[in-house]
């Protein structure tokens, strides 16, 4: 409901497989958004993003701090403003709050404030598009959000034409965009 700007990677991933799966899944947002809602997204690379850009859209970023400029910058941002969020990713290790996986085969999937914004307002999308696949093109009523506000995908699961990989740990992030430990 709001303009976006896809943010593409501008060289690769830590690993391989991070590359190979950014980029197959950016791709494979591109196409459905051609197909499902009769338009071209908006694209640009990580240095052609401006101030306006930043205040204006969100930026749905593709791939992780060393294939995307935005990226590294926005999770040094993150990392500054919100200490407690524990969120970091390298080829070592991805962490989110309390969860901790290898970062080689482990992709955070996720919506938040962007810190970049001067404004505040502005949000930011990590690795992820419309979230319902192809299983769900039967009705349209079955096209609606599959994920809450982060998930973390075991990409090693070959995407299917319901998810992206496997979701390894997903919620909602607090009122204040706080991660909530979930109820057991």
Do not use: C
């Not at 799966?21 to 958004?33: C, G, K, P, Y």
């Not at 240095?47 to 791939?63: F, P, Q, S, Y």
């Not at 039967?138 to 992206?164: G, V």
């Not at 919620?171 to 979930?182: I, P």
């Amino acid at each position: 409901m709001h303009p976006f700007i896809v943010v593409l990677p501008e060289g690769d991933s830590a690993s391989p497989e991070i590359t190979a799966w950014v980029n197959a899944e950016s791709q494979h947002f591109l196409t459905r958004w051609r197909s499902l809602m009769r338009g071209d997204a908006r694209v640009k690379k990580a240095a052609e993003i401006t101030d306006e850009d930043r205040r204006k859209n969100t930026l749905v970023l593709w791939g992780d701090a060393r294939s995307n400029r935005l990226v590294a910058d926005i999770l040094a941002a993150e990392q500054a403003r919100t200490p407690a969020l524990r969120l970091g990713w390298s080829k070592g290790e991805l962490t989110l709050g309390t969860h901790t996986l290898p970062g080689a085969t482990h992709v955070p999937v996720l919506t938040r404030p962007n810190p970049l914004d001067p404004s505040g307002e502005g949000m930011y999308i990590l690795n992820s598009g419309l979230t319902f696949r192809e299983s769900h093109d039967r009705t349209n009523s079955l096209q609606n959000p599959k994920l809450p506000d982060w998930a973390l995908l075991d990409i090693t699961q070959s995407p299917s034409a319901e998810a992206a990989g496997k979701v390894v740990a997903a919620d909602f992030f607090g009122q204040g965009w706080e991660f909530v430990e979930a109820k057991k």
